[in-house]
């Protein structure tokens, strides 16, 4: 009898496909990372010496950095991102597709000798804590010393990954050239069928991240449809009430409307027994356990939030997460070295760099910052930060909450009556465009579930793939809508948001635990009057609550008939269930 062949390992697998590329892209060097902090401090002061980072003052801000990008590469472009699937149909309408064979051919010709003279960094990462049957492994080639140190702060890099690469045997193969960052070459393509992602010509973080958008949700988002979870792109924040009942939220916003604020929420000083803990900000991978419970986790190991804004009014836990061992990506400089963006604490000053390496001064007619001008952080730097960030298991999740940024329309809050009910208003969501994507900044697209940039297949089929979902839920969580942009006549915010939202998140949490009245309106179950505890709210007045609340037939109807504009462009693949929940709302409201 023979001796039976070795076994191949994981990393031999690496290993013969980075010769593959350094064949290909021939850079002058490889380097490996292994993501200890003595590999940090040299690669950080190697991209001080070219120029590629800049140190901010490092008694006001230790381990900070400063990154400005090429003008024409600060925004994803969903123009420029590809599914690349066997056929067309798998990638779905809301897609940009592309074959999978030509864009992969179109895309190594672009690649081949462009790493000449560079160096090949080898990133292996971990999405989620190590040991979870949830976490994937990721080997990232790139040429782009930024991005090598933005991996660091947004996954688990180095060893640890190889380590949990001999668990996993799988990883995801990513791989990222610079190239000249010349538009017409930048391409983000994603393989789902082969868990591989290709970047081309560009070195904004969230096209050449390729452990975020690309592999946690559009990637992952097929893996979950193939291996029956899902990958979101959602929050998950902690409450606990005064009485020490915890109540685990997810919760889906687009991008730049609110996640990071909402999951770093502190509550006014009216509800200042209540404690709000974060364990992610942006992403959850979400299923079911052996009792039927729904479980969530953040595969994230930092965040990646939008400077503008924030504040310590907006966002106090972000600004103590910022203060330190951060990267700043085109937000404005200060000649004492530190960084300004419009909707900082304090008045600007009175000269200071602007993110596109022009002085700037209050009197300039152009913003300091760009719209969509980004910090990259540690999970760890929050104060706010959950115990429970890195548990393997996840975190049961009681409550999922979709919102959008309209100014008419909706109301601030209100319930769904059941799981299909709640899909449907997943389904439906619509927001005001923002800087986070190329696009009309104030135009109003329908966005489902927040995923309409991230879902890595068919839309329809990702519908149905969460109605079927709600089969496997013992105690499905309760699912909510809010609406914290609703305007006025005056043309302002009717609600005061930020840290008053947990009036809202209280009555959310009471009535996951059957301690809180809900009226039945057309929407659904929506806070009886004296139920939103307003104690302590200047000016806010009952009738101020009515108008925010306010449910106007007139304004439904043309969102009904704007909903039919999505259900048509999802054809047969929308399931009937869909339909049916919005004709049974159309009766509702006559």
């Known amino acids: 009898m023979g001796t039976p062949a ?57 381990g900070c950095y400063y990154h400005r990008s090429h003008a024409n590469d600060v925004a ?27 864009m992969r051919a179109r895309l190594l010709a672009l690649l081949a000798g462009s790493m000449a003279g560079r160096t090949l960094y080898v990133v292996p990462y971990l999405m989620g804590p190590p040991g979870s049957p949830r976490t994937m ?51 983000i393509a994603h393989f789902p069928q082969d868990n591989a992602i290709i970047s081309t010509s560009s070195d904004y973080g969230g096209n050449v991240l390729l452990g975020k958008k690309c592999l946690s949700l559009r990637i992952g988002s097929w893996l979950g449809h193939q291996q029956g979870w899902l990958a979101e792109h959602m929050l998950i924040m902690k409450v606990e009430s005064p009485q020490g009942q915890v109540t685990y939220v997810a919760a889906a916003f687009p991008s730049a409307c609110g996640k990071t604020n909402f999951a770093m929420l502190i509550p006014p000083a009216h509800l200042a027994g209540w404690k709000i803990t974060t364990i992610g900000d942006d992403i959850a991978w979400m ?16 965040y990646f939030g939008v400077a503008p804004g924030t504040n310590t009014a907006s966002n106090p836990n972000a600004v103590a997460t910022v203060t330190r061992d951060t990267i700043f990506t085109n937000v404005a400089l200060t000649p004492d070295g530190d ?27 152009e913003k300091a910052a760009h719209p969509n001008s980004r910090f990259a952080s540690p999970l760890i730097n929050n104060p706010a930060l959950a115990a429970e960030y890195d548990d393997p298991a996840g975190v049961p999740i009681s409550a999922i909450i979709f919102g959008g940024r309209r100014a008419t329309t909706f109301p601030l809050v209100f ?39 991230f879902c890595g297949y068919h839309l329809g089929d990702y519908l149905a793939h969460w109605l079927a979902f709600g089969k496997k839920l013992v105690n499905p969580p309760r699912i909510f809508h809010v609406n914290w942009f609703r305007k006025g006549a005056d043309g302002k915010f009717l609600w005061p948001g930020f840290g008053e939202n947990m009036r809202v998140l209280q009555w959310v949490c009471e009535r996951c635990h059957g301690h809180a009245d809900g009226q039945e309106t057309p929407l659904g179950w929506m806070p009886p009057p004296g139920a939103l505890d307003l104690e302590g709210l200047p000016g806010f007045t009952s009738e101020r609550l009515a108008e925010v609340q306010a449910i106007r037939p007139e ?36």
């Not at 010393?145 to 996993?168: I, K």
Request: aromatic share 8%; net charge negative.
């Open 415 to 453: 319930q769904s009556f059941n799981w299909i009910h709640g899909v449907y208003l997943g389904a439906t969501m619509g927001s005001e465009m923002t800087a986070a994507a190329a696009g009309t900044v104030g135009e109003v697209r329908r966005d489902p579930m927040a995923m309409l940039p």
């Open 137 to 187: 492994v990721g080997i990232e080639l790139t040429d782009s010393l930024y991005v090598a140190l933005s991996m660091g702060v947004m996954a688990r890099v180095g060893t640890v990954a190889l380590q949990e690469l001999e668990r996993t045997r799988t990883f995801n193969r990513g791989l990222h050239g610079t190239l000249d960052l010349d538009p017409a070459n930048r391409y």
């Open 555 to 590: 304004e439904w109807h043309r969102e009904l008939d704007l909903q039919a504009e999505l259900f048509a462009r999802l054809g047969d693949r929308l399931p009937k269930e869909l339909h049916y929940e919005r004709e049974l709302l159309k009766s509702r409201l006559d």
């Open 287 to 302: 299923w079911t356990d052996a009792t039927g419970q729904l479980r969530a986790m953040n595969p994230e190991h930092g």
């Open 6 to 62: 070795p076994t191949r390992t994981a990393l031999a697998d690496v290993q013969t496909w980075v010769a593959e590329v350094v064949g290909r892209t021939l850079p002058a060097q490889v380097r490996w990372l292994d993501g200890s902090d003595t590999e940090r401090a040299d690669l950080l002061a190697q991209a001080v010496r070219e120029g590629v980072l800049i140190p901010l003052n490092q008694t006001r801000r230790p």
């Open 76 to 102: 994803r472009v969903e123009d420029r991102t590809f599914i690349c699937t066997t056929t067309a149909a798998d990638a779905g309408p809301t897609n940009h597709w592309a074959d999978p064979e030509e």
């Open 339 to 365: 960084v300004w963006w419009e909707g900082m604490d304090g008045a600007p000053p009175a000269q200071a760099t602007d993110w596109r390496g022009n002085p700037w001064t209050p009197a300039s007619p």
